[in-house]
């Protein structure tokens, strides 16, 4: 149970709880307290010594990240010895120092600019130009990030996080003291373990680790930052979006993306975040025309309210509230549903029974976990930061093997004992195969007593599962088998799932087979362009939604000036269509036996495809070598 107990600092009394650190209760407490080194997230090293404080006792200089908060303690952040000590160290910390604000990417939001101003001595001992080097340059060899040794404060808070939230690590410090540097553990870095998760460039105080891709844009105070849940897999990482006037050029444009302090972040938004600027459908487009929303939803609305039937296929990147008006809609109008979900998901599912979700929070309840299926951490890759303890996996390592699993054969893992979580990851699990792995797990969840966890790619995937159960939707072979007999007079798609699991060339032949191919899409190529009928859907900070993640119920916003809405756009629709009705389902059911798998850190989906950082880190990535297909 948390104890509060009382302290004392600068005069004032603060009621705290024991034993926190005792620069996150001054922090808390709104006190101005220098720090480096400290990052709630990280374990504590007490390297930097700015966090230095008074502790009027004992007559001592204490440092406070590494002081646990006891009852009645009497601090002082202002004596004398403490401002000596910041000036001192801020001065030291400068020697080398470019002082290159004007073209460092951190200028605005750096830590040590921040301290110099308020705590520092105005000036530098031993100057250095911003093109002499005191400490020699190290080429990361990276596109991606890059390594200014002369701005390092040698904080260790980059090699902290790479080891010990993501796991990956790719960064050493080489050499000691005064030379003292940051490199990867492999070069080019780009083809090693690093998981270019960013997170380094996050906690970075200073500027001395930065993201290419960002340099020399845009200055930081001239971005506007909201916080909205990341949709590009199912864990729901809350992020940062950074956008604005940047290089003048757009208010539209997002610049880049960041983690909040819980540092939950991956590539695929780090990087990724160019997906949301380039080629985008902003606007409906009727027969080759732009056309209001409003207009749109009145024609589509005739096609559904005619003769012939319609199906609709639902996309796991699709929001809980438009999921919910899409059921009403096809109630309405007496659709057939399908999700590519029904080749993997739903057939697993008909054999394991009703599942009952896990999330990210539960995961410190396991001190085992039997991994089983494609790559997690390539599929979900936060989730992967969470598992802490002993790993056994059955399926392809890749970069699971940052975890350090056993690898085990299905049947060897009979042998497992006490209790433990089971991860199954449901990519490339089709059919009748997912049937019998759903019976295997049952099974196995039965006899061992172990809790099972399962993970899809759409990000979205337990909010289908929420809002559909399996009597409403028609499995996918069946659905697009049904098209392709000519069947259906109204398809209307949401999304590239489609794309994911079975390719385009199938899909694309399907425009023959209908009168109208209705294509929702965030973007102006690939799907759209089959069809001349484009309504457009919206990404992660452009549209207000629920997501069921594995973070749990996470809110998507939207502060991107889009000027448009698919919830606004469905609403209309089903305002137009007659009450009543009931979602017709196709009783042969049919599962593709084999579908595309594409399992990969930078290119897990037909959204993060869109993106240019993550397909050139692809490419370059061919050449890591992690442990496959074992
Ligand atoms: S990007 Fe992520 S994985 Fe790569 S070095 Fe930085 S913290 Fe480590
Ligand atoms: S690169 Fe940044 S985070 Fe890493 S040690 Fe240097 S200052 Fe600290
Ligand atoms: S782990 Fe998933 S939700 Fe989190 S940042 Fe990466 S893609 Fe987004
Ligand atoms: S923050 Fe306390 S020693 Fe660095």
Request: proline letters at 6%; one cysteine or more; a neutral charge.
């Given at each position: 149970m948390t104890s509060i107990v009382t302290i004392t600092v600068d005069g004032k009394t603060l009621e705290v709880e024991k034993g926190k650190p005792l620069l996150q209760a001054l922090l808390d407490a709104g006190i101005d307290?220098?720090?480096?080194?400290?990052?709630?997230?990280?374990?504590?090293?007490?390297?930097?010594?700015?966090?230095?404080?008074?502790?009027?006792?004992?007559?001592?200089?204490?440092?406070?990240?590494?002081?646990?908060?006891?009852?009645?303690?009497?601090i002082s952040t202002k004596h004398p010895a403490v401002v000596e000590n910041q000036k001192y160290l801020l001065q030291a910390f400068m020697t080398r120092h470019p002082l290159d604000c004007p073209i460092c990417d951190k200028a605005g939001e750096c830590d040590l600019q921040d301290y110099g101003a308020l705590f520092g001595p105005q000036k530098q001992i031993v100057p250095v130009s911003a093109l002499e080097k005191e400490r020699h340059e190290l080429d990361w060899e990276s596109d991606f990030l890059e390594y200014y040794s002369n701005r390092c404060v040698v904080c260790y808070r980059c090699t902290r996080a790479c080891d010990d939230v993501v796991g990956a690590r790719a960064l050493y410090v080489e050499e000691r003291g005064f030379h003292s540097n940051i490199v990867p553990a492999?070069?080019?870095m780009d083809t090693s373990t690093c998981e270019m998760c960013g997170i380094c460039v996050y906690v970075c105080p200073v500027g001395a680790i930065i993201s290419k891709p960002f340099k020399y844009w845009t200055r930081s105070w001239l971005l506007k930052r909201h916080l909205t849940a990341c949709s590009l897999c199912p864990v729901g990482c809350e992020v940062q979006i950074e956008y604005g006037v940047g290089d003048w050029r757009s208010e539209e444009k997002v610049y880049r993306t960041k983690p909040t302090d819980s540092l939950?972040?991956?590539?695929?938004?780090?990087?990724?975040?160019?997906?949301?600027?380039?080629?985008?459908?902003?606007k409906p487009q009727l027969f080759g025309k732009e056309e209001t929303?409003?207009?749109?939803?009145q024609i589509l609305a005739t096609y559904l309210k005619g003769e012939g039937t319609t199906a609709i296929v639902i996309s796991g990147y699709l929001s809980n509230e438009n999921l919910a008006l899409l059921k009403e809609i096809a109630q309405r109008s007496s659709a057939l549903v399908s999700t590519t979900l029904t080749a993997n998901l739903y057939p697993f599912l008909k054999t394991y029974?009703?599942?009952?979700?896990?999330?990210?929070?539960?995961?410190k309840n396991y001190s085992q976990f039997l991994l089983v299926g494609e790559d997690l951490t390539s599929t979900a890759p936060v989730l992967s930061y969470y598992i802490k303890g002993k790993v056994f996996k059955v399926g392809n390592v890749e970069r699971d093997a940052k975890l350090n699993p056993e690898v085990i054969s299905w049947e060897a893992t009979q042998k497992l004992d006490g209790r433990g979580l089971l991860v199954f990851n449901l990519e490339g699990v089709f059919g009748e195969s997912a049937k019998e792995w759903g019976a295997k797990v049952r099974k196995f969840k039965e006899e061992k007593g172990w809790d099972v966890m399962l993970v899809c790619k759409e990000a979205n995937f337990l909010g289908v599962l929420e809002n559909f159960s399996w009597e409403e939707l028609t499995p996918i072979e069946s659905l697009i088998r049904h098209v392709e007999e000519g069947r259906v007079r109204n398809l209307l798609i949401f999304g590239e799932d489609l794309f994911d699991l079975y390719g385009s060339e199938r899909i694309s032949k399907l425009r023959e087979k209908v009168e109208h191919f209705v294509v929702f899409s965030p973007f102006l190529?690939?799907?759209?362009?089959?069809?001349?009928?484009?309504?457009?859907m919206f990404l992660m900070g452009e549209e207000e939604g629920t997501y069921s993640t594995l973070m749990g119920k996470r809110?998507?916003?939207g502060?991107?000036?889009?000027?448009?809405?698919?919830?606004?756009?469905?609403?209309?629709?089903?305002?137009?269509?007659?009450?009543?009705?009931?979602?017709?389902?196709?009783?042969?059911?049919?599962?593709?036996?084999?579908?595309?798998?594409?399992?990969?850190?930078?290119?897990s989906n037909w959204l993060t495809r869109r993106s240019a950082n993550l397909s050139k880190l692809y490419e370059k990535n061919s050449l890591y070598e992690g442990v496959k297909n074992v």
């Open positions: 307290v220098p720090y480096f080194c400290y990052h709630p997230r990280l374990i504590i090293i007490g390297a930097c010594r700015m966090c230095i404080v008074y502790n009027e006792k004992t007559g001592r200089l204490i440092t406070s990240c590494n002081t646990p908060v006891e009852d009645g303690m009497v492999q070069r080019p939950d972040i991956c590539a695929k938004a780090f990087f990724g975040y160019d997906l949301l600027n380039d080629s985008r459908l902003r929303f409003g207009n749109t939803a029974g009703e599942y009952k979700p896990i999330g990210i929070e539960d995961l190529d690939g799907l759209s362009s089959l069809s001349y009928f484009r309504v457009p809110k998507t916003k502060f991107l000036p889009r000027g448009g809405s698919l919830q606004e756009f469905l609403k209309s629709l089903l305002d137009s269509l007659p009450k009543g009705g009931s979602i017709s389902r196709l009783s042969e059911e049919l599962f593709p036996q084999e579908g595309l798998v594409e399992v990969h850190l930078y290119r």
